[in-house]
C-alpha cells in the first residue's frame, strides 16, 4: 500500500516568528536553539534541524477530532518560512531513527489499532496499516516524549 507522510505547512506558525521570547512566553512558546544535529526535529521539514538553527517549541493540536482522542502536544518548528516536506513510500530520516508510537484511526477519528515500532521498521507497519479497509489514516508520535510526529495517508 502506497502512502505520503506530510509535514505541517508553516504559515500557521508565522505570527511567532520574530517574536521577543517575552511575548513567545506569553503565548506558551519558548525559542531554542538546537545544541546538535538531530536532537530537534522540525515538523514542517520532515527532519531533525542544524546545530545552531532557532526552532520553536509549542504545544500543537494535531487531532482536531470532536471526539474523545481530541490531543495536542509539542512539536518543534524551524522559525521562519520553511517548505512543508511530503515524503512518499518512504519512512522520513527523523522519523526513521527514533522509536514511533503509531496509532491508526477510522474515519470517525477513533484509533482502530496502535503499536510502537522502530523507525526503521516503521515503512512495513504504514503499509499493514493501510491496506486495513476502515484505517482512514495514521499519526505517529515519538513514543520517548511522545511528540507529534506526523500523518500518514493513502498515497
Known amino acids: 500500500m502506497a502512502y505520503r507522510v506530510t509535514g505541517l505547512q508553516s504559515a500557521p506558525f508565522a505570527h511567532l516568528f520574530g517574536l521577543d521570547d517575552q511575548a513567545l512566553a506569553d503565548k506558551g512558546v519558548r525559542r531554542m536553539v538546537a545544541p546538535g544535529d538531530g536532537l530537534y526535529p522540525c515538523r514542517v521539514t520532515l527532519a531533525d534541524v542544524p546545530a ?47 522509536i514511533l ?38 499519526h505517529v508520535h515519538l513514543a520517548r516524549r511522545g511528540c507529534y510526529a506526523g500523518r500518514v495517508d493513502r498515497g
Not at 111 to 129: P, Q, S, T
Open 52 to 98: 545552531g538553527t532557532p526552532v520553536l517549541l509549542l504545544s500543537y493540536q494535531h487531532q482536531p477530532a470532536n471526539g474523545p482522542y481530541r490531543a495536542e502536544g509539542p512539536i518543534f518548528v524551524t522559525e521562519g518560512p520553511a517548505e512543508t516536506v511530503v515524503a512518499t513510500d518512504a519512512v522520513p530520516g527523523m522519523m526513521e531513527k527514533r
Open 101 to 138: 508510537s503509531v496509532r491508526a484511526y477510522d474515519a470517525d477519528d477513533m484509533i482502530v489499532d496502535a503499536d510502537v515500532v522502530e523507525g526503521k521498521e516503521a515503512d512495513a507497519l504504514f503499509r499493514r496499516y493501510l491496506e486495513v479497509p476502515e484505517v482512514a489514516y495514521l
